[in-house]
């Protein structure tokens, strides 16, 4: 049955497996290393194409982005496109939340005034509030919904490292920390799969009607 979070694990384990692995590393470098010193030494690594590529993946993290994919995905699948929209939703109201009820400040205004910090020109600065990174959030999200309802699921390799490199793109713009990220990409993640695991299972969204999209209606009324 879809939905079955036993079969929406195995789905997954492409993007699964690889990522817990990254976290766990994740985790031992914040073991081992200071919020400072994790974001100064990423600071430091800047070049001059990656000047240009970054800003790049970063807007593919951006919910305009998101939302434009699931309404490309409505006009093929209802299905699809309704596990995008809704996943990108949800995930981004808990990250307002945690936003709000943690209340870290970004590299911006935690360093003002205390040190150097290479800042690519022509990114704006935010100084609004820092953890989790919504960017990030909506990567991960989407990366797996995009696993789940892809056939190949090796592609799951493919759309965790894009999510990755949405998630550096935020370090390495001074827009976000490591925490930041790491936390983005566990809660984009993992809130994914439960919602996904809970909603897909439902009757509705297994009917046959939800298997069309838009361009299937439309095609519908005009026979």
């Known amino acids: 049955m879809k939905g079955n979070i036993v079969d929406i694990l195995k789905k997954l384990r492409f993007l ?3 990522y817990l692995v990254i976290l766990c590393f994740c985790f031992v470098i914040k073991a081992l290393y200071s919020k400072e010193v994790i974001y100064y030494t990423v600071n430091s690594w800047h070049f001059a194409f990656g000047d240009v590529i970054f800003p790049l993946f970063t807007d593919m993290g951006d919910g305009l982005f998101v939302v434009a994919i699931a309404l490309v995905a409505l006009a093929y699948n209802y299905r699809v496109g ?8 949800i995930t981004s109201l808990v990250a307002q939340a945690l936003k709000r009820i943690i209340r870290t400040p970004r590299p911006m205004a935690y360093f003002h005034g205390t040190g ?22 909506s990567a991960f999200s989407a990366a797996v919904v995009l696993t789940y309802i892809t056939p190949k699921k090796q592609w799951g390799l493919f759309y965790l490292l894009i999510a990755i490199l949405i998630g550096y793109s935020r370090m390495y713009l001074s827009e976000h920390f490591f925490e930041d990220v790491v936390g983005g990409s566990a809660i984009g993640l993992f809130v994914t799969v439960f919602w996904v695991s809970w909603i897909d299972k439902k009757a509705f969204i297994q009917s046959p009607a939800w298997d069309k999209g838009l361009i299937d209606t439309i095609r519908g009324k005009k026979v």
């Open 16 to 18: 699964l497996v690889p």
């Open 82 to 89: 309704f596990l995008l929209a809704t996943s990108y939703s």
């Open 116 to 137: 150097h910090m290479y800042l690519v020109k022509g990114i704006p600065m935010l100084n609004s509030l820092s953890f989790p990174s919504g960017h990030t959030i």
